[in-house]
């Protein structure tokens, strides 16, 4: 048999963009936010720290975190009880399962889900970075809850109330996006050749 390319087309366009968008410094920077959280856990969260390598290429992230036991760990450090069994297993649909209890574990703590990547994402290495993004919105979910956190402060709802009187005393407001036509009309306007409908 041949040796052809895997993906032509949209297939080896839409998997360039999703490699271009792989951060290794950053990528470096959300594992070792991870090795931190592991390390103030139990000596067993801080063996499985010792799991984790500088981050020079995607295979670095999606090694040490495929079967979902270290991503279990830091939901647990971060909330206790998120994640009930760690699977250690190493059959693929117990890997799976960790990975899926971890999402449910960061939807526990009220993560939004467009934050959070799909299990085949990290398993089957489809789509790193967004797992990347997904480990920082952690990180941002543990800065709010006072633990260390990752990434800048997450932000907050901001919900005003106005009376009834204030929102009356804007009706006869004229926005300045509005602009002005400084009394110009087209009540005269007569230029151009008229239209004749002939019977």
Request: aromatic content about 6%; overall charge positive.
């Amino acid at each position: 048999m041949a040796n052809r390319p895997k993906g032509f087309g949209m297939t080896a366009e839409l998997a360039n963009k999703k490699a271009a968008k792989f951060d290794a410094d950053l990528a470096d920077e959300t594992l070792q936010w991870i090795v931190s959280i592991l390390n103030t856990g139990s000596s067993e969260d801080q063996q499985l720290a010792s799991q984790i390598v500088k981050v020079k290429t995607e295979k670095d992230v999606h090694t040490p975190l495929k079967d979902g036991v270290i991503l279990c760990h830091v939901v647990n450090i971060i909330k206790p009880g998120s994640v009930r069994k760690v699977n250690s297993s190493k059959m693929a649909f117990k890997q799976m399962e960790n990975i899926a209890n971890f999402l449910t574990g960061c939807e526990g703590l009220k993560m939004n889900k467009t934050d959070l990547f799909q299990t085949v994402d990290l398993y089957e290495s489809g789509n790193i970075p967004q797992v990347v993004f997904s480990i920082i919105a952690l990180g941002r979910k543990a800065k709010a809850m006072g633990l260390q956190g990752l990434g800048p402060k997450e932000s907050t709802a901001n919900k005003r109330e106005f009376t009834d009187e204030q929102l009356r005393a804007g009706e006869g407001v004229i926005g300045l996006q509005a602009g002005s036509n400084k009394g110009a009309s087209q009540a005269g306007q007569s230029f151009g050749k008229s239209r004749m409908i002939l019977d």
